[in-house]
């Protein structure tokens, strides 16, 4: 069974960074793999963040946290990462990790993800 468990969720001030990660222990052929950041608040539908190709190669990011976050990935510690600095309060949510076997395919819409994490809370203090 694939387990994708994220790490590094917390409280902390605005402008304040954080780096949440992502381990995908059980997952044989980890550079196979798509993989995002999703992130919902309460009452708000999930939305993307951020997303990395199997490779490392091409990475993407909702313009709500473009220039302020970074994704990257360590494929033989079957592991990935979203820095994020300059937190805002907005940023506050419980932040998923979510992996697809490698695809053409648009990588920010959560439909097309195979494997989602338990998630992992942000909370950001104004």
């Known amino acids: 069974q694939v387990q994708l468990v994220e790490s590094g969720g917390g409280l902390v001030q605005a402008g304040g960074s954080l780096r949440l990660s992502c381990a995908a222990s059980t997952l044989r052929t980890f550079s196979s793999y798509d993989m995002g950041w999703f992130r919902q608040a309460p009452g708000k539908e999930r939305e993307f963040v951020a997303a990395i190709s199997w490779s490392g190669g091409n990475t993407y990011y909702a313009d709500s946290v473009k220039g302020r976050s970074t994704i990257s990935r360590d494929n033989p510690k079957n592991t990935v990462y979203l820095q994020m600095n300059t937190l805002k309060h907005e940023d506050t949510a419980v932040y998923y990790c979510?992996?697809?076997?490698?695809?053409?395919?648009?990588?920010?819409?959560?439909?097309?993800?195979?494997?989602w994490g338990r998630g992992t809370q942000v909370t950001v203090s104004a």
């Open positions: 979510a992996a697809r076997l490698m695809s053409i395919s648009n990588m920010t819409i959560p439909k097309v993800y195979d494997y």
